[in-house]
């Protein structure tokens, strides 16, 4: 069976609120709405998610936030992910302009969980240069060990 073709291992979201909403009533959802089809199941955050998995998926978020707020060279990143996250994150951060104050990344929030077993899927809500944003990553469990190989956000 052939794989379907891959996009980019990282991806960067530009934030829009949608228009002529406000705050919160974004989240909401509409009334009536109709229940979600019979092809998909409800995952709890940490739902099978080991001491293993949390750790590596803690890690990978952190280092990552690192990379995007300038504190850490992408090549460290390459300890806990796929070799492409590592060309486009050091493709991306070296585009920036050098200079200026670098304000130290803080996550403060990670929640991961885990939809097959050779799967994980963790998310963090970050601050980078004073701003909060999101972090979605994707790890895969191959040879023995997990490894980021998606990653998308809404950080410049």
Not at 19 to 40: D, I, K, N, T, Y
Not at 77 to 86: G, I, N, Y
Not at 117 to 145: C, F, Q, S
């Amino acid at each position: 069976m052939a794989r379907p073709s891959r996009t980019a291992a990282v991806r960067f979201v530009r934030y829009r609120p949608a228009p002529g909403v406000q705050g919160a009533l974004a989240l909401r959802p509409a009334a009536g709405s109709a229940p979600r089809g019979p092809g998909l199941r409800l995952v709890r955050p940490a739902d099978g998610v080991d001491a293993e998995v949390q750790a590596v998926a803690e890690a990978a978020v952190r280092l990552a936030v690192e990379v995007l707020a300038g504190t850490r060279p992408a090549q460290q990143l390459a300890l806990v992910a796929a070799p492409a996250v590592c060309r486009e994150l050091a493709a991306q951060c070296g585009r920036r302009a050098p200079g200026g104050r670098v304000v130290p990344p803080k996550v403060l929030s990670t929640r991961s969980q885990r939809p097959s077993p050779a799967v994980a899927e963790a998310v963090a809500v970050v601050v980078v240069a004073g701003r909060v944003h999101a972090l979605a990553l994707r790890l895969e469990h191959a040879r023995g060990r997990w490894r980021c190989t998606a990653l998308e956000t809404t950080a410049p």
